[in-house]
T-cell receptor
Framework: GESVGLHLPTLSVQEGDNSIINCAYSNSASDYFIWYKQESGKGPQFIIDIRSNMDKRQGQRVTVLLNKTVKHLSLQIAATQPGDSAVYFCAENSGGGADGLTFGKGTHLIIQP | DAGVIQSPRHEVTEMGQEVTLRCKPISGHNSLFWYRQTMMRGLELLIYFNNNVPIDDSGMPEDRFSAKMPNASFSTLKIQPSEPRDSAVYFC????????????FGPGTRLLVL
């Protein structure tokens, strides 16, 4: 079936470097995407979203890129800090009036000092 | 403003017992979602409501699970009878129905069924 999946389960980066977390999706009808950050023992925290009529959106230290041609989504975190350590999920909404989100399996981002 | 509120935060119960999880969405939000998170299956949508009406319950595992939303500020997810395989973290999320439809999650209820 169609699903959202992440390429790498664990990503280790040096503090201060930029991080790139990738996500592949297979539902071409998806029209809305969200990145969430989940820290241990907490609920998913909204980071940034993007609609399918855009290919890039920037927030504070984060940028989301959407490539609809290859059905690929990425989250870039600039100047990674220790507080960025968490599991990151991409999620998609398939549109067509359905409001639920389909989540990827998550990438664990580890920040090394 | 308060975010999504869930209670209890932790629940330990014995197999066969009834479990009720509670959620208060963000004020003004008119969509409410229940998700379940496990190591094996990740985050899965169970059911969601628009304007207090259940829209899609196809993710509810079986008849032992039921959800209600009697008003715009309260929802419950009930498991009766509970089984060990129901052990998971249950999240409630809410959003506005209009675009961009970002969903905001509560802290979750960690359920352990012995």
């Amino acid at each position: 079936g169609e699903s959202v999946g992440l390429h790498l389960p664990t990503l280790s980066v040096q503090e201060g470097d930029n991080s790139i977390i990738n996500c592949a999706y297979s539902n071409s009808a998806s029209d809305y995407f969200i990145w969430y950050k989940q820290e241990s023992g907490k609920g998913p925290q909204f980071i940034i979203d993007i609609r399918s009529n855009m290919d890039k959106r920037q927030g504070q230290r984060v940028t989301v890129l959407l490539n609809k041609t290859v059905k690929h989504l990425s989250l870039q975190i600039a100047a990674t800090q220790p507080g960025d350590s968490a599991v990151y999920f991409c999620a998609e909404n398939s549109g067509g009036g359905a409001d639920g989100l389909t989540f990827g399996k998550g990438t664990h981002l580890i920040i090394q000092p | 403003d308060a975010g999504v509120i869930q209670s209890p935060r932790h629940e330990v119960t014995e197999m066969g017992q009834e479990v009720t999880l509670r959620c208060k969405p963000i004020s003004g939000h008119n969509s409410l979602f229940w998700y379940r998170q496990t190591m094996m299956r990740g985050l899965e949508l169970l059911i969601y409501f628009n304007n207090n009406v259940p829209i899609d319950d196809s993710g509810m595992p079986e008849d032992r699970f039921s959800a209600k939303m009697p008003n715009a500020s309260f929802s419950t997810l009930k498991i009766q009878p509970s089984e060990p395989r129901d052990s998971a973290v249950y999240f409630c999320a809410s959003s506005l129905r209009r675009a961009p439809r970002a969903q905001y999650f509560g802290p979750g209820t960690r359920l352990l069924v012995l």
